[in-house]
């Protein structure tokens, strides 16, 4: 569950949940942040709130459904109004960096579907350019995946296994592998993020670049930081 300690990260789903309106459907990606939103939403409206929430893991879909959120899936003709998820890097246009919980796949259908996405984090997560502090993580099927990490090896040097805790290859709620990858100091973002997407292999990559609306970022102090998209 969240950490309901930490300031920066309360400030920011707390200014998140005043975004959310009853009787509406919205997207919850996964990480700290957005867990504490979906209890605060339970909080709101306690007993059984009236939202309904499409998740990003399944973790998240625990956690909603533990606040008494109603969880539904896309069926092709559901729209989001609104999807929220955090984010592990935020650069100065708003483009980001995901994946570090490994539900990048899932958060990215669920943030390409609504009317609305918006970021809640910390400003930590503020860095001058992608990849400063966190690698880039591409989601690859498991057939031929060293072959894979091979070509993407071309784009993105210094790519390693992403691997759990016991030593094992981590593996994605749909079943995949992901390779965490430095990315480069001169890199060109646009032409990189198609370049991945062309590697045989490749699903899904944690740059989030353009559908941003806008960023709700705690500080340390408990204050909250808007940004928003020009």
Same mark, same amino acid.
Request: proline share 6%.
């Given at each position: 569950?969240?950490?309901?300690?930490?300031?920066?990260?309360?400030?920011?789903?707390?200014? $998140?949940?005043?975004?959310?309106?009853?009787?509406?459907?919205?997207? %919850?990606?996964?990480?700290?942040?957005?867990?504490?939103?979906?209890?605060?939403?339970? &909080?709101?409206?306690?007993?059984?709130?009236?939202? /309904?929430?499409?998740?990003?893991? &399944?973790?998240?879909? *625990?956690? $909603?459904?533990?606040?008494?959120?109603?969880?539904?899936? !896309? @069926?092709? #003709? %559901?729209?989001?109004?609104?999807?929220?998820?955090?984010?592990?890097?935020?650069?100065?246009?708003?483009? !980001?960096?995901?994946?570090?919980?490994?539900?990048? !796949?899932?958060?990215?259908?669920?943030?390409?579907?609504?009317?609305?996405?918006? =970021?809640? $984090?910390? *400003?930590?997560?503020?860095?001058?350019?992608?990849? &400063?502090?966190?690698?880039?993580?591409?989601?690859?099927?498991?057939?031929?995946?060293?072959? *894979?990490? /091979?070509?993407?090896?071309?784009? %993105?040097?210094?790519? =390693?296994?992403? /691997?759990?805790?016991?030593?094992?290859?981590?593996?994605?709620?749909?079943?995949? %592998?992901?390779?965490?990858?430095?990315?480069?100091?001169?890199?060109?973002?646009?032409?990189?993020?198609?370049?991945?997407? @062309?590697?045989?292999?490749?699903?899904? #990559?944690?740059?989030?670049?353009?559908? *941003?609306?806008?960023? !709700?970022?705690? @500080? &340390?102090?408990?204050?909250?930081?808007?940004?928003?998209?020009?």
């Amino acid at each position: 569950m969240a950490d309901e300690r930490s300031p920066a990260r309360e400030a920011a789903a707390r200014a $998140a949940v005043e975004l959310v309106a009853p009787d509406t459907t919205i997207g %919850l990606g996964s990480g700290r942040a957005l867990w504490r939103v979906a209890e605060l939403i339970g &909080e709101r409206w306690s007993g059984e709130p009236p939202v /309904r929430a499409v998740v990003a893991s &399944e973790h998240t879909r *625990t956690v $909603a459904e533990g606040a008494g959120i109603e969880v539904v899936e !896309l @069926d092709g #003709h %559901l729209r989001p109004s609104l999807a929220l998820d955090g984010a592990d890097e935020i650069d100065p246009r708003l483009r !980001l960096v995901k994946g570090g919980g490994g539900a990048l !796949l899932r958060e990215k259908i669920v943030a390409a579907a609504a009317e609305r996405f918006v =970021v809640v $984090a910390e *400003t930590s997560k503020q860095v001058e350019r992608l990849g &400063e502090s966190f690698a880039l993580p591409v989601e690859v099927v498991r057939f031929g995946w060293a072959d *894979t990490a /091979r070509r993407i090896e071309a784009l %993105l040097p210094g790519g =390693v296994l992403r /691997r759990s805790e016991d030593g094992e290859p981590y593996v994605t709620d749909e079943g995949h %592998l992901l390779l965490d990858c430095p990315i480069p100091a001169d890199a060109d973002l646009d032409a990189l993020g198609g370049a991945i997407h @062309d590697v045989p292999g490749v699903v899904e #990559h944690g740059l989030f670049a353009d559908i *941003t609306e806008r960023v !709700l970022l705690g @500080d &340390e102090n408990g204050e909250l930081v808007v940004h928003t998209r020009p």
